[in-house]
């Protein structure tokens, strides 16, 4: 099998699935631009900044990626590359997207506020608090699994880092220019991009930055503190829209590689339905999480995008169509373990830098068929990986910080401060990170990520219920999603109880108890909703 094929089958069907079902979804909650957007409305130059839609693009695109489809799909191809395919674009297409658009254009239509506030608003008070403290529990897991594999990829590569650091130099400068001097989207792009290429120059044939794992570790808590603190068009905004530039190169390089290198799948369509991650049912589900739907994406879209989307027809492209456009990373990211043998895959897992390492030698190989260096391709893959999981680092400490002010607001003032939230978000995410490896956390954060978009979800149904619209879409995936995951943290709670890992083991049942309530309150709310308002 040409891993051509798939990457064409993919491609042919993200753009069909954009034209036709991201379509329909417009026209479901009726977008439209006449409505101001919060970021107009309620515009504080912090968190709520009009973004011009590749900006907002770029943005969104860089926070939703991450490391998620890169590292998922290379994790779960020990099942074989078929399954995973089916998983990513089906999810992508009818579970995904869905959960992306809905997320982002309900709490558009909320004041911008995060999807707890839009189950606080159509599901109770209760089911609110519930949400926000799993939500909570699931971003600590995020920061945690994120700082492990940065600071993983730091320590193994001086070049990966120094690039990385002058990078953020570089997003600072065009937040700068483009919010306090007012200089043209262009030209702040066109000079961006250019410092960017000779920031990795620079990495590759200077590197500067040389620590070990534990010092790197404390460093990226120290890094996300200021990041995730400070008003969002210094450095998140334009660091994110950055990095796509990044990944867009990376995934045009890997195609046009592809195309030119046709290199052929070697690990086997199916290998065995048990493997050590578990049975494939329900753990293909939950190890490839953001390459097929991600419960991260909705704190995504309701915490930072839907407070800077400039008019509601944006919600279209960056709240569908990114979710494609990973869908289609993460396939590329399959490839590059597809290619390997067993044997081979393997081998890569254990001694070329876990998952990173795989995804950065398979890009060095796309491009190698470009007449690139392979080496130097390898360099830009891992700096294309490492600047995305800076990315979901950043992202979900800011994230947390919005679900511990609102859930603190009311009865402890002190702990919303914006500085203390964020402070308890990387202690909490810090500590469970120097307790283990990202191979023992990401599991169980798979599992509490994906039982994170069936409530995200779930949110969605009571929102469009409430207003009498059809809730179909939102409603099967939502099922799906929770019947998964439930499977899957019940697993969880056994392996983990079971290797003495007592810590991620009461971490699970948290989030499973929480989410069994959650789901209680909303089924009532839809319920209650249905015999009130007669869906079209």
């Known amino acids: 099998m040409n891993l051509l094929i798939l990457v064409l089958i993919a491609l042919v069907l993200f753009a069909i699935a954009l034209k036709t079902y991201g379509g329909y979804l417009g026209k479901l909650v009726e977008l439209d631009d006449s409505k101001k957007t919060p970021a107009h409305t309620m515009t504080d130059g912090v968190d709520y900044v009009p973004a011009k839609a590749p900006v907002l693009m770029g943005h969104h695109f860089a926070s939703i990626a991450g490391g998620g489809p890169i590292v998922g799909p290379i994790a779960a191809s020990c099942f074989g590359w078929l399954p995973c395919f089916l998983w990513i674009v089906i999810g992508s297409i009818f579970i995904g997207g869905v959960h992306d658009f809905m997320s982002l254009i309900s709490s558009v239509r909320h004041e911008g506020k995060t999807v707890g506030e839009v189950v606080g608003k159509n599901v109770g008070k209760k089911a609110k608090i519930l949400f926000l403290i799993f939500i909570w529990l699931a971003l600590v897991l995020v920061v945690a ?23 953020m130099v570089i997003a600072i400068g065009m937040g700068f220019a483009l919010y306090r001097k007012g200089m043209p989207l262009g030209t702040v792009t066109i000079v961006g991009v250019i410092l960017l290429f000779i920031a990795f120059w620079i990495g590759v044939s200077a590197p500067f930055l040389s620590f070990n794992f534990n010092t790197w570790i404390w460093i990226l808590f120290v890094y996300i503190f200021f990041a995730s603190s400070m008003p969002v068009w210094v450095l998140l905004q334009p660091r994110d829209y ?7 190169t990376a995934l045009g390089g890997a195609v046009l590689g592809i195309l030119f290198g046709a290199p052929q799948l070697e690990l086997p369509a199916f290998t065995a339905f048990k493997q050590p991650v578990g049975y494939l049912f329900p753990m293909l589900f939950v190890v490839i999480a953001c390459g097929a739907i991600s419960g991260f994406h909705s704190l995504c879209s309701s915490g930072t995008t839907s407070k800077q989307l400039n008019k509601e027809s944006d919600a279209k492209v960056i709240g569908y169509g990114a979710m494609l456009l990973e869908g289609l990373l993460a396939v590329i990211a399959l490839g590059t373990a597809a290619m390997l043998t067993k044997e081979g895959l393997a081998d890569g897992l254990a001694n070329r830098g876990g998952p990173v390492g795989v995804f950065a030698h398979g890009i060095g190989s796309f491009l190698a068929n470009l007449g690139i260096p392979e080496q130097i391709g390898i360099t830009f893959g891992a700096l294309t990986v490492s600047s995305f999981l800076l990315t979901s680092l950043d992202t979900a400490t800011r994230l947390g910080r919005y679900a511990l002010e609102e859930l603190t607001a009311e009865w402890a003032p002190a702990i919303s401060n914006r500085y203390v939230a964020t402070i308890l978000t990387i202690a909490a995410g810090g500590a469970l990170a120097l307790s283990g490896s990202w191979s023992a956390i990401w599991p169980v954060f798979g599992a509490s990520n994906q039982l994170l978009a069936g409530l995200a979800l779930l949110g969605a149904t009571a929102w469009l219920a409430h207003m009498g619209k059809k809730y179909t879409a939102t409603l099967y995936p939502m099922a799906f999603m929770i019947i998964v995951t439930v499977f899957a943290l019940l697993n969880m709670i056994f392996t983990n109880f079971g290797k003495g890992n007592y810590l991620l ?14 789901v209680n309150e909303g089924m009532q709310a839809i319920n209650r909703f249905k015999t009130e308002v007669k869906p079209e």
């Open 505 to 518: 083991g009461f971490v699970s049942v948290v989030l499973l108890i929480l989410a069994g309530f959650v």
């Open 145 to 167: 699994v994120f700082a492990i594999l940065v600071a993983n990829t730091f320590a193994a590569s001086s070049s990966v880092a120094t690039a990385s650091a002058l990078m």
């Open 242 to 248: 950055l990095s796509s530039f990044l990944l867009y």
